[in-house]
């Protein structure tokens, strides 16, 4: 796994968004679409590294997190700009449509 790859927590998440542009992946282990997107989100942390955050959280282990941002399929993907959920993508995309969602937030 990618060192640049960030795993979020419920008590760590806030600060972790508060600022800056991060893309969430809001992920389960059981999942196998998330097993399939895991290595273009690997890949996105290295590339985006300075750039941009790129984490996961686990929809089991961090429920609050999960039930604030309503997020009720997997994989779902949250960017966020300062704290605020500024565009949202559920299911497996490709790491070109991620990057191009991500570069939107930093322009």
């Known amino acids: 796994m990618s060192g640049d790859l960030k795993h979020f927590t419920d008590e760590n998440f806030e600060q972790e968004v508060a600022n800056g542009v991060h893309l969430v992946d809001f992920s389960a282990e059981w999942c196998g679409p998330c097993k399939m997107i895991a290595p273009i989100i690997e890949e996105l942390a ?54 191009a969602l991500i570069h939107s937030a930093l322009a």
């Open 46 to 99: 290295t590339e985006m590294n300075g750039q941009a955050g790129v984490a996961k959280i686990d929809i089991d282990d961090n429920q609050m997190v999960t039930d604030k941002y309503h997020v009720t399929s997997v994989p779902t993907l949250i960017l966020f700009k300062n704290g605020e959920e500024v565009n949202r993508v559920v299911g497996v995309k490709d790491k070109e449509a991620l990057k």
